[in-house]
Protein backbone atom coordinates (compact mmCIF):
# COMPACT_ATOMS: atom_id res chain seq x y z
CA UNK A 1 0.00 0.00 0.00
CA UNK A 2 2.99 2.07 1.24
CA UNK A 3 4.59 1.22 -2.32
CA UNK A 4 1.60 1.91 -4.70
CA UNK A 5 1.44 5.29 -2.63
CA UNK A 6 5.15 6.57 -3.24
CA UNK A 7 4.62 5.50 -6.89
CA UNK A 8 1.98 7.84 -7.34
CA UNK A 9 3.72 10.56 -6.03
CA UNK A 10 6.91 10.02 -7.48
CA UNK A 11 5.22 9.71 -10.55
CA UNK A 12 2.98 12.53 -9.96
CA UNK A 13 3.96 16.47 -11.56
CA UNK A 14 4.31 17.82 -7.69
CA UNK A 15 7.01 15.51 -7.02
CA UNK A 16 9.17 16.83 -10.06
CA UNK A 17 9.55 19.68 -8.33
CA UNK A 18 11.32 18.26 -5.91
CA UNK A 19 12.89 15.26 -7.47
CA UNK A 20 14.32 16.84 -10.64
CA UNK A 21 17.55 19.24 -9.52
CA UNK A 22 16.23 22.38 -11.20
CA UNK A 23 12.17 21.50 -10.79
CA UNK A 24 12.12 24.34 -8.31
CA UNK A 25 13.48 26.74 -11.13
CA UNK A 26 10.05 25.59 -12.88
CA UNK A 27 8.12 26.43 -9.81
CA UNK A 28 9.27 30.48 -9.90
CA UNK A 29 8.50 30.29 -13.72
CA UNK A 30 5.11 29.20 -12.94
CA UNK A 31 4.53 31.63 -10.26
CA UNK A 32 6.28 34.16 -13.20
CA UNK A 33 3.62 32.74 -15.80
CA UNK A 34 0.77 33.47 -13.36
CA UNK A 35 2.07 36.96 -12.58
CA UNK A 36 2.30 37.69 -16.60
CA UNK A 37 -1.28 36.38 -16.64
CA UNK A 38 -2.27 38.80 -14.45
CA UNK A 39 -1.09 41.71 -15.76
CA UNK A 40 -2.33 40.45 -19.44
CA UNK A 41 -5.97 40.19 -18.23
CA UNK A 42 -6.28 42.76 -15.01
CA UNK A 43 -4.30 45.53 -15.86
CA UNK A 44 -4.68 44.92 -20.09
CA UNK A 45 -1.02 45.21 -20.67
CA UNK A 46 -0.45 44.14 -24.24
CA UNK A 47 -2.79 41.06 -23.48
CA UNK A 48 -2.76 39.70 -27.45
CA UNK A 49 0.67 38.98 -27.02
CA UNK A 50 1.29 38.92 -23.02
CA UNK A 51 -1.15 36.42 -22.53
CA UNK A 52 -0.43 33.40 -24.97
CA UNK A 53 3.50 33.79 -24.19
CA UNK A 54 2.44 33.26 -20.29
CA UNK A 55 0.49 30.26 -21.13
CA UNK A 56 2.59 28.78 -23.28
CA UNK A 57 5.57 29.82 -20.26
CA UNK A 58 3.32 28.04 -17.86
CA UNK A 59 2.68 25.05 -19.89
CA UNK A 60 6.47 24.30 -20.68
CA UNK A 61 7.17 24.36 -16.91
CA UNK A 62 5.03 22.04 -16.03
CA UNK A 63 6.08 18.60 -15.69
CA UNK A 64 5.33 16.12 -18.43
CA UNK A 65 5.32 12.36 -19.00
CA UNK A 66 7.74 11.29 -21.38
CA UNK A 67 10.25 14.41 -21.40
CA UNK A 68 8.05 17.63 -21.74
CA UNK A 69 6.16 19.80 -24.35
CA UNK A 70 9.64 21.51 -25.89
CA UNK A 71 12.90 20.72 -26.25
CA UNK A 72 15.20 23.70 -26.82
CA UNK A 73 17.88 21.85 -26.76
CA UNK A 74 16.59 20.36 -30.22
CA UNK A 75 16.69 24.05 -31.89
CA UNK A 76 20.33 25.13 -31.01
CA UNK A 77 22.67 25.50 -33.90
CA UNK A 78 20.57 23.55 -36.99
CA UNK A 79 17.01 22.15 -35.82
CA UNK A 80 17.18 18.35 -35.09
CA UNK A 81 15.38 17.29 -37.13
CA UNK A 82 15.53 13.41 -36.58
CA UNK A 83 14.72 14.72 -32.96
CA UNK A 84 11.05 15.90 -34.72
CA UNK A 85 10.64 12.99 -36.48
CA UNK A 86 10.79 11.10 -32.77
CA UNK A 87 14.21 9.28 -33.43
CA UNK A 88 15.70 10.95 -29.74
CA UNK A 89 16.58 8.89 -27.21
CA UNK A 90 17.91 10.68 -23.71
CA UNK A 91 21.53 9.89 -22.19
CA UNK A 92 19.72 7.19 -20.38
CA UNK A 93 18.40 5.46 -23.60
CA UNK A 94 14.31 6.74 -22.81
CA UNK A 95 12.94 7.35 -25.74
CA UNK A 96 11.87 11.22 -26.06
CA UNK A 97 8.86 11.96 -28.07
CA UNK A 98 8.33 15.59 -29.89
CA UNK A 99 6.09 17.77 -27.98
CA UNK A 100 3.12 20.46 -29.67
CA UNK A 101 5.92 23.12 -28.85
CA UNK A 102 8.84 21.88 -30.96
CA UNK A 103 6.46 21.50 -34.13
CA UNK A 104 5.42 25.28 -33.15
CA UNK A 105 8.90 26.22 -32.53
CA UNK A 106 9.67 25.79 -35.88
CA UNK A 107 7.80 28.44 -37.40
CA UNK A 108 10.03 30.94 -35.11
CA UNK A 109 13.46 29.35 -35.50
CA UNK A 110 12.69 29.55 -39.68
CA UNK A 111 11.34 33.44 -39.62
CA UNK A 112 7.78 32.01 -40.86
CA UNK A 113 6.39 33.74 -37.48
CA UNK A 114 8.12 37.45 -37.45
CA UNK A 115 7.60 37.60 -41.51
CA UNK A 116 3.97 37.08 -40.74
CA UNK A 117 3.21 39.01 -37.94
CA UNK A 118 5.06 42.07 -40.04
CA UNK A 119 3.33 41.50 -43.23
CA UNK A 120 0.30 41.95 -40.64
CA UNK A 121 1.36 45.08 -39.50
CA UNK A 122 2.16 46.42 -42.67
CA UNK A 123 -1.41 45.59 -43.95
CA UNK A 124 -2.55 47.50 -40.63
CA UNK A 125 -0.51 50.48 -40.94
CA UNK A 126 -0.62 54.04 -43.09
CA UNK A 127 1.97 55.53 -43.77
CA UNK A 128 0.19 58.35 -45.15
CA UNK A 129 1.63 60.49 -42.16
CA UNK A 130 5.34 59.20 -42.70
CA UNK A 131 4.92 60.59 -46.41
CA UNK A 132 3.37 63.66 -45.86
CA UNK A 133 6.31 64.51 -44.08
CA UNK A 134 9.14 62.44 -44.86
CA UNK A 135 11.37 64.78 -42.07
CA UNK A 136 9.87 62.27 -39.79
CA UNK A 137 12.23 59.45 -41.12
CA UNK A 138 14.73 61.69 -38.78
CA UNK A 139 13.34 60.96 -35.70
CA UNK A 140 12.66 57.28 -36.46
CA UNK A 141 16.20 56.85 -37.07
CA UNK A 142 17.07 58.68 -33.61
CA UNK A 143 15.21 56.48 -32.03
CA UNK A 144 17.76 53.56 -32.82
CA UNK A 145 20.26 55.23 -30.76
CA UNK A 146 18.80 52.83 -27.79
CA UNK A 147 20.24 49.94 -29.69
CA UNK A 148 23.72 51.25 -29.72
CA UNK A 149 23.68 52.24 -26.86
CA UNK A 150 22.22 48.59 -25.51
CA UNK A 151 24.77 46.88 -27.50
CA UNK A 152 27.68 48.78 -25.73
CA UNK A 153 26.32 48.04 -22.44
CA UNK A 154 26.15 44.43 -22.64
CA UNK A 155 29.24 43.72 -24.49
CA UNK A 156 30.80 45.32 -21.35
CA UNK A 157 28.36 43.34 -19.28
CA UNK A 158 30.41 40.43 -20.84
CA UNK A 159 27.67 39.53 -23.20
CA UNK A 160 29.40 38.57 -27.19
CA UNK A 161 28.58 40.37 -29.54
CA UNK A 162 25.96 37.96 -31.01
CA UNK A 163 24.43 38.22 -27.78
CA UNK A 164 24.87 41.65 -27.45
CA UNK A 165 23.26 42.44 -30.82
CA UNK A 166 20.22 40.54 -29.74
CA UNK A 167 19.68 42.58 -26.25
CA UNK A 168 20.43 45.64 -28.31
CA UNK A 169 17.28 45.07 -30.84
CA UNK A 170 14.88 45.54 -27.49
CA UNK A 171 15.58 48.94 -27.93
CA UNK A 172 14.24 48.92 -31.09
CA UNK A 173 10.69 48.72 -29.65
CA UNK A 174 9.55 45.84 -31.97
CA UNK A 175 8.58 42.90 -31.33
CA UNK A 176 8.82 40.80 -34.54
CA UNK A 177 11.87 41.97 -35.17
CA UNK A 178 13.70 41.73 -32.08
CA UNK A 179 12.94 37.26 -32.18
CA UNK A 180 13.74 37.93 -35.72
CA UNK A 181 17.35 39.05 -35.09
CA UNK A 182 17.26 36.65 -31.78
CA UNK A 183 16.84 33.53 -33.34
CA UNK A 184 18.94 33.93 -35.90
CA UNK A 185 22.13 35.28 -33.96
CA UNK A 186 21.50 33.80 -30.32
CA UNK A 187 18.56 32.04 -29.91
CA UNK A 188 19.24 30.47 -26.34
CA UNK A 189 18.51 34.70 -25.63
CA UNK A 190 14.84 33.97 -27.54
CA UNK A 191 12.90 33.86 -24.51
CA UNK A 192 14.28 36.54 -22.53
CA UNK A 193 14.61 38.96 -24.90
CA UNK A 194 10.90 38.57 -26.09
CA UNK A 195 9.28 38.94 -22.67
CA UNK A 196 11.68 41.47 -22.17
CA UNK A 197 10.81 43.15 -25.68
CA UNK A 198 6.87 42.99 -25.24
CA UNK A 199 6.93 43.81 -21.21
CA UNK A 200 8.53 47.01 -22.00
CA UNK A 201 6.59 48.02 -24.93
CA UNK A 202 3.00 47.16 -22.61
CA UNK A 203 5.18 49.82 -20.25
CA UNK A 204 5.54 52.44 -22.22
CA UNK A 205 3.11 54.63 -21.17
CA UNK A 206 4.83 54.62 -18.15
CA UNK A 207 8.68 54.22 -19.36
CA UNK A 208 8.19 56.96 -21.28
CA UNK A 209 6.19 60.03 -19.86
CA UNK A 210 9.38 61.42 -17.60
CA UNK A 211 12.03 61.16 -20.50
CA UNK A 212 9.76 63.63 -22.33
CA UNK A 213 9.25 65.93 -19.39
CA UNK A 214 12.99 65.76 -18.87
CA UNK A 215 13.83 66.80 -22.60
CA UNK A 216 11.63 69.15 -23.15
CA UNK A 217 10.28 72.50 -21.48
CA UNK A 218 6.23 73.11 -20.95
CA UNK A 219 6.68 75.38 -24.19
CA UNK A 220 7.92 73.00 -26.71
CA UNK A 221 5.19 70.63 -25.52
CA UNK A 222 2.71 72.51 -25.95
CA UNK A 223 3.09 73.86 -29.54
CA UNK A 224 0.16 72.96 -31.84
CA UNK A 225 0.89 71.18 -34.96
CA UNK A 226 -0.26 72.33 -38.50
CA UNK A 227 -2.13 69.61 -40.46
CA UNK A 228 0.06 68.13 -43.35
CA UNK A 229 -0.50 67.95 -46.80
CA UNK A 230 -3.31 65.12 -48.13
CA UNK A 231 -1.28 62.48 -49.40
CA UNK A 232 -2.53 60.71 -52.82
CA UNK A 233 -3.08 57.01 -53.75
CA UNK A 234 -0.13 56.89 -55.77
CA UNK A 235 2.31 58.18 -53.19
CA UNK A 236 0.68 55.12 -50.85
CA UNK A 237 1.37 52.60 -53.71
CA UNK A 238 4.40 53.67 -54.78
CA UNK A 239 6.04 53.63 -51.25
CA UNK A 240 6.02 50.42 -50.16
CA UNK A 241 7.48 49.31 -53.74
CA UNK A 242 10.16 52.00 -53.02
CA UNK A 243 10.97 51.20 -49.44
CA UNK A 244 11.46 47.56 -50.29
CA UNK A 245 13.61 48.51 -53.54
CA UNK A 246 15.82 50.63 -51.79
CA UNK A 247 16.11 48.67 -47.97
CA UNK A 248 16.82 45.26 -50.04
CA UNK A 249 19.29 46.60 -52.11
CA UNK A 250 21.57 48.05 -49.36
CA UNK A 251 20.58 45.52 -46.66
CA UNK A 252 19.75 42.03 -48.42
CA UNK A 253 19.70 40.62 -45.22
CA UNK A 254 16.25 42.35 -43.99
CA UNK A 255 14.64 41.54 -46.72
CA UNK A 256 12.10 38.87 -45.54
CA UNK A 257 11.19 41.14 -42.64
CA UNK A 258 10.82 44.65 -44.47
CA UNK A 259 9.67 42.72 -47.65
CA UNK A 260 6.49 40.81 -45.75
CA UNK A 261 6.10 44.80 -43.85
CA UNK A 262 5.60 46.60 -47.59
CA UNK A 263 3.59 43.53 -49.20
CA UNK A 264 1.08 43.82 -46.02
CA UNK A 265 1.33 47.90 -46.82
CA UNK A 266 0.81 47.16 -50.85
CA UNK A 267 -2.21 44.69 -50.21
CA UNK A 268 -3.98 47.55 -48.28
CA UNK A 269 -3.05 50.23 -50.36
CA UNK A 270 -3.38 48.90 -53.30
CA UNK A 271 -7.10 48.93 -53.49
CA UNK A 272 -7.17 45.32 -55.54
CA UNK A 273 -6.64 42.91 -52.78
CA UNK A 274 -9.01 43.67 -49.96
CA UNK A 275 -9.37 40.22 -49.52
CA UNK A 276 -5.64 39.49 -48.47
CA UNK A 277 -5.29 42.76 -46.59
CA UNK A 278 -8.07 41.59 -44.47
CA UNK A 279 -7.09 38.61 -44.05
CA UNK A 280 -3.34 39.95 -43.02
CA UNK A 281 -5.06 42.15 -40.69
CA UNK A 282 -7.53 39.88 -39.07
CA UNK A 283 -7.16 36.20 -39.86
CA UNK A 284 -3.84 35.14 -39.83
CA UNK A 285 -2.71 37.77 -37.57
CA UNK A 286 -4.23 36.51 -35.24
CA UNK A 287 -3.55 32.77 -35.94
CA UNK A 288 0.22 33.51 -35.65
CA UNK A 289 -0.02 35.76 -33.05
CA UNK A 290 -1.28 32.48 -31.13
CA UNK A 291 1.66 29.97 -32.53
CA UNK A 292 4.06 33.26 -31.94
CA UNK A 293 3.10 33.97 -28.67
CA UNK A 294 2.73 30.18 -27.22
CA UNK A 295 6.30 29.09 -29.01
CA UNK A 296 7.77 31.80 -27.67
CA UNK A 297 6.77 31.76 -23.79
CA UNK A 298 7.59 28.00 -24.45
CA UNK A 299 11.32 29.23 -24.71
CA UNK A 300 11.03 30.45 -20.79
CA UNK A 301 11.89 26.99 -19.55
CA UNK A 302 12.85 27.21 -15.93
CA UNK A 303 16.42 25.49 -15.87
CA UNK A 304 17.57 28.04 -18.34
CA UNK A 305 15.73 31.54 -18.05
CA UNK A 306 16.46 31.61 -14.72
CA UNK A 307 20.05 33.18 -14.71
CA UNK A 308 22.03 35.97 -13.53
CA UNK A 309 21.88 36.74 -17.61
CA UNK A 310 17.94 36.86 -17.39
CA UNK A 311 18.27 39.70 -15.09
CA UNK A 312 21.10 41.55 -17.45
CA UNK A 313 19.17 40.99 -20.17
CA UNK A 314 15.77 43.02 -18.46
CA UNK A 315 17.58 45.83 -16.95
CA UNK A 316 19.84 46.46 -20.25
CA UNK A 317 16.67 46.29 -22.07
CA UNK A 318 14.87 49.10 -19.62
CA UNK A 319 18.00 51.28 -20.63
CA UNK A 320 17.82 50.88 -24.27
CA UNK A 321 14.05 51.49 -24.22
CA UNK A 322 15.40 55.01 -22.35
CA UNK A 323 17.64 55.54 -24.40
CA UNK A 324 15.70 55.24 -27.51
CA UNK A 325 13.26 57.58 -26.00
CA UNK A 326 15.77 60.28 -25.66
CA UNK A 327 17.47 59.57 -29.05
CA UNK A 328 14.31 60.20 -30.50
CA UNK A 329 13.70 63.16 -28.59
CA UNK A 330 17.02 64.68 -28.97
CA UNK A 331 15.76 64.39 -32.66
CA UNK A 332 12.34 66.29 -31.82
CA UNK A 333 14.19 69.00 -30.03
CA UNK A 334 16.74 69.44 -33.19
CA UNK A 335 13.12 69.65 -35.24
CA UNK A 336 11.74 72.10 -33.16
CA UNK A 337 14.67 74.50 -33.44
CA UNK A 338 15.12 73.73 -37.28
CA UNK A 339 11.21 74.52 -37.95
CA UNK A 340 11.25 77.40 -35.33
CA UNK A 341 8.49 75.92 -32.94
CA UNK A 342 6.13 74.32 -35.95
CA UNK A 343 7.42 70.82 -34.52
CA UNK A 344 5.86 69.84 -31.39
CA UNK A 345 9.13 67.27 -30.15
CA UNK A 346 7.10 65.03 -28.04
CA UNK A 347 6.18 63.49 -31.29
CA UNK A 348 10.34 62.25 -31.56
CA UNK A 349 9.59 59.95 -28.58
CA UNK A 350 7.13 57.95 -31.30
CA UNK A 351 10.39 56.86 -33.05
CA UNK A 352 10.34 53.71 -30.79
CA UNK A 353 8.12 51.74 -33.14
CA UNK A 354 5.89 50.07 -30.52
CA UNK A 355 2.67 51.01 -33.01
CA UNK A 356 0.74 52.76 -32.32
CA UNK A 357 1.55 52.72 -28.06
CA UNK A 358 4.54 55.24 -28.58
CA UNK A 359 2.28 57.44 -30.88
CA UNK A 360 -0.22 57.37 -28.40
CA UNK A 361 1.40 58.11 -25.84
CA UNK A 362 3.12 61.13 -27.71
CA UNK A 363 -0.35 62.64 -28.30
CA UNK A 364 -1.32 62.09 -24.45
CA UNK A 365 1.40 64.00 -23.23
CA UNK A 366 1.08 66.86 -25.92
CA UNK A 367 -3.00 67.10 -24.87
CA UNK A 368 -1.89 67.55 -20.82
CA UNK A 369 0.00 70.46 -21.76
CA UNK A 370 -2.54 71.72 -23.93
CA UNK A 371 -6.25 70.02 -24.30
CA UNK A 372 -6.92 71.39 -27.83
CA UNK A 373 -3.67 69.88 -29.06
CA UNK A 374 -4.06 66.18 -31.07
CA UNK A 375 -0.77 64.82 -31.74
CA UNK A 376 -1.70 61.53 -32.86
CA UNK A 377 -1.65 61.38 -36.45
CA UNK A 378 1.69 63.71 -36.22
CA UNK A 379 3.21 61.14 -34.14
CA UNK A 380 2.45 57.74 -36.20
CA UNK A 381 4.74 59.74 -38.92
CA UNK A 382 8.04 58.72 -36.38
CA UNK A 383 6.22 55.89 -35.38
CA UNK A 384 6.09 54.06 -38.83
CA UNK A 385 9.75 55.41 -39.35
CA UNK A 386 10.56 53.43 -36.42
CA UNK A 387 9.37 50.25 -37.76
CA UNK A 388 11.34 51.12 -40.62
CA UNK A 389 14.59 52.11 -38.83
CA UNK A 390 14.86 49.20 -36.47
CA UNK A 391 14.21 46.55 -39.25
CA UNK A 392 17.43 48.51 -41.04
CA UNK A 393 19.39 48.32 -37.96
CA UNK A 394 18.05 44.68 -37.37
CA UNK A 395 19.93 44.16 -40.78
CA UNK A 396 23.11 45.50 -40.15
CA UNK A 397 23.48 43.58 -37.28
CA UNK A 398 22.80 40.38 -39.18
CA UNK A 399 25.31 41.71 -41.16
CA UNK A 400 28.01 42.48 -38.77
CA UNK A 401 27.44 39.16 -36.55
CA UNK A 402 25.16 36.99 -38.30
CA UNK B 1 26.35 38.58 -46.86
CA UNK B 2 28.39 42.01 -47.71
CA UNK B 3 31.77 41.50 -47.55
CA UNK B 4 33.16 44.83 -47.47
CA UNK B 5 31.74 45.09 -43.85
CA UNK B 6 31.78 41.60 -42.69
CA UNK B 7 33.79 41.52 -39.33
CA UNK B 8 33.10 37.52 -38.88
CA UNK B 9 32.92 37.37 -35.05
CA UNK B 10 32.76 33.86 -33.64
CA UNK B 11 29.92 32.88 -31.01
CA UNK B 12 31.56 33.80 -27.68
CA UNK B 13 34.50 35.63 -29.04
CA UNK B 14 34.66 39.43 -27.28
CA UNK B 15 35.00 42.86 -28.66
CA UNK B 16 37.39 45.23 -27.49
CA UNK B 17 36.02 48.62 -26.42
CA UNK B 18 37.71 49.84 -29.41
CA UNK B 19 35.62 48.11 -31.51
CA UNK B 20 32.53 48.21 -29.71
CA UNK B 21 31.79 51.37 -30.51
CA UNK B 22 32.67 51.04 -33.60
CA UNK B 23 30.54 48.65 -34.85
CA UNK B 24 27.73 51.02 -32.46
CA UNK B 25 28.39 54.16 -34.11
CA UNK B 26 28.54 51.52 -37.43
CA UNK B 27 24.67 51.00 -36.56
CA UNK B 28 23.35 54.45 -36.19
CA UNK B 29 25.38 55.53 -39.09
CA UNK B 30 23.92 53.22 -41.61
CA UNK B 31 20.19 53.44 -40.23
CA UNK B 32 20.69 57.30 -40.50
CA UNK B 33 22.36 56.92 -43.83
CA UNK B 34 19.33 54.31 -45.21
CA UNK B 35 16.69 56.66 -43.43
CA UNK B 36 18.01 59.93 -45.42
CA UNK B 37 18.23 58.10 -48.49
CA UNK B 38 14.51 57.44 -47.95
CA UNK B 39 13.74 60.86 -46.72
CA UNK B 40 15.30 62.08 -50.21
CA UNK B 41 13.49 59.26 -52.52
CA UNK B 42 10.19 59.54 -50.95
CA UNK B 43 10.25 63.08 -50.72
CA UNK B 44 11.32 63.87 -54.63
CA UNK B 45 9.18 60.94 -55.62
CA UNK B 46 6.14 62.81 -54.05
CA UNK B 47 7.00 66.12 -55.46
CA UNK B 48 6.93 64.01 -58.92
CA UNK B 49 3.47 62.48 -58.30
CA UNK B 50 1.98 65.63 -57.28
CA UNK B 51 3.45 66.94 -60.40
CA UNK B 52 1.98 64.45 -62.62
CA UNK B 53 -1.27 64.69 -61.02
CA UNK B 54 -2.01 68.59 -61.04
CA UNK B 55 -0.66 68.50 -65.07
CA UNK B 56 -3.49 65.57 -65.44
CA UNK B 57 -6.15 67.41 -63.81
CA UNK B 58 -5.06 70.90 -65.16
CA UNK B 59 -5.34 69.02 -69.12
CA UNK B 60 -8.93 67.19 -67.69
CA UNK B 61 -10.16 70.82 -67.09
CA UNK B 62 -9.29 72.01 -70.34
CA UNK B 63 -10.54 68.80 -71.54
CA UNK B 64 -14.00 69.68 -70.65
CA UNK B 65 -16.68 71.74 -73.28
CA UNK B 66 -17.45 75.18 -72.71
CA UNK B 67 -21.17 75.57 -71.74
CA UNK B 68 -22.78 77.23 -74.68
CA UNK B 69 -25.35 79.29 -72.75
CA UNK B 70 -22.87 80.54 -71.11
CA UNK B 71 -23.32 84.24 -71.31
CA UNK B 72 -27.28 84.00 -71.30
CA UNK B 73 -26.98 82.61 -67.47
CA UNK B 74 -23.50 83.89 -66.04
CA UNK B 75 -24.48 83.21 -62.30
CA UNK B 76 -25.69 79.82 -62.60
CA UNK B 77 -21.77 79.00 -63.73
CA UNK B 78 -20.61 79.15 -60.65
CA UNK B 79 -22.34 76.56 -58.56
CA UNK B 80 -21.79 74.54 -61.06
CA UNK B 81 -17.80 74.11 -60.71
CA UNK B 82 -18.81 73.97 -57.00
CA UNK B 83 -20.80 70.63 -57.53
CA UNK B 84 -17.86 68.88 -58.86
CA UNK B 85 -16.23 68.62 -55.24
CA UNK B 86 -19.39 68.05 -53.63
CA UNK B 87 -19.56 64.92 -51.22
CA UNK B 88 -23.18 64.70 -50.74
CA UNK B 89 -25.92 66.62 -49.02
CA UNK B 90 -25.50 67.11 -45.37
CA UNK B 91 -28.82 66.92 -43.52
CA UNK B 92 -29.20 68.99 -40.38
CA UNK B 93 -31.44 68.13 -38.15
CA UNK B 94 -32.66 70.70 -35.13
CA UNK B 95 -28.69 71.93 -35.76
CA UNK B 96 -28.08 75.20 -37.40
CA UNK B 97 -24.97 75.75 -40.09
CA UNK B 98 -22.67 77.57 -37.62
CA UNK B 99 -22.79 74.67 -35.24
CA UNK B 100 -22.33 72.10 -37.75
CA UNK B 101 -19.30 73.97 -39.41
CA UNK B 102 -17.84 73.83 -35.63
CA UNK B 103 -18.73 70.05 -35.32
CA UNK B 104 -16.94 69.09 -38.51
CA UNK B 105 -14.19 71.23 -38.11
CA UNK B 106 -13.30 69.41 -34.81
CA UNK B 107 -13.75 66.05 -36.17
CA UNK B 108 -11.07 66.54 -38.53
CA UNK B 109 -9.12 68.14 -36.33
CA UNK B 110 -9.56 64.96 -33.82
CA UNK B 111 -8.89 62.69 -36.79
CA UNK B 112 -6.25 64.11 -38.77
CA UNK B 113 -8.26 63.36 -41.56
CA UNK B 114 -8.50 66.72 -44.22
CA UNK B 115 -12.12 68.08 -44.16
CA UNK B 116 -12.36 67.47 -47.98
CA UNK B 117 -11.67 63.44 -47.31
CA UNK B 118 -14.25 63.28 -45.21
CA UNK B 119 -17.85 62.53 -46.02
CA UNK B 120 -20.77 63.73 -43.15
CA UNK B 121 -24.42 62.38 -43.87
CA UNK B 122 -26.48 64.45 -41.59
CA UNK B 123 -26.20 66.01 -38.12
CA UNK B 124 -28.83 65.85 -35.36
CA UNK B 125 -29.04 67.29 -31.89
CA UNK B 126 -29.83 64.28 -29.43
CA UNK B 127 -31.35 65.68 -26.38
CA UNK B 128 -30.65 63.96 -22.68
CA UNK B 129 -33.50 62.26 -21.37
Known amino acids: ?402 | MNPVIQLTVERGQHLTTAEMFMNAGIVILVVFGVLLLMYILISISGKIIQAITSIGSKKEKKAEPTPAAAPAAPAAAAPVSGEEFSSGALKLKNCDEKTAAMIMAIVADDTGIPLNELVFKSIKLVEKK
Open chain 1, 1 to 402: MLEVLKNLWETSGFAQFFLDPDGWKSGIMILIAFALLYMAIKKQFEPLLLLPIAFGMLLTNLPWPGGGIFHPEWFEGDINWAALGGQYHDAAGNHIDPGLFDFLYIGVKMDIFPCLIFMAVGAMTDFGPLISRPSSFFMGAGAQFGISFAFVVACLLGFDPQGAASIGIIGGADGPTAIYLTSKLAPELLGAIAIAAYSYMALIPMIQPPVMKLLTTKKMRQVKMEQTRPVSKTEKICFPIIVTVVCVLILPSVAPLLGCLMLGNLFRESGVTDRLSDTAQNAMCNIVTIMLGTSVGATAVGARFLKLETIMIIGIGLAAFIFATVGGLIIGDIMYFLSKGKINPLIGAAGVSAVPMAARVASKVGQKENPSNFLLMHAMGPNVAGVIGSAVAAGILLTLFG
